[in-house]
């Protein structure tokens, strides 16, 4: 498995992740922009982990606590 923390790579090779992940995965029909999404870790500001963890949190915490369904918001039928 390759290492892709910022200390073991150059912007050449982070910009290279992000292409090879925008071709592979099919990304442009998702509507995410992985160019402005992964930005601070192709600028060596921030890890891949750690924004994909803020998007998660983001992504829970907008879902309204109503007590009928579970945190996450799947597997409950109303």
Do not use: H
Request: with cysteine; aromatic share 10%; net charge negative.
């Amino acid at each position: 498995m390759a290492n892709y923390l910022i200390k073991d790579t150059t912007v050449k090779e982070r910009i290279a992740l992000i292409k090879q992940w925008e071709e592979d995965e099919g990304c442009e029909s998702s509507g995410i922009d992985l160019w402005s999404f992964y930005k601070d870790y192709i600028d060596g500001k921030c890890e891949i982990s750690e924004i994909n963890a803020a998007f998660s949190a983001n992504y829970v915490s907008e879902i309204p606590d109503d007590n009928r369904t579970p945190s996450c918001g799947m597997g409950m039928r109303r």
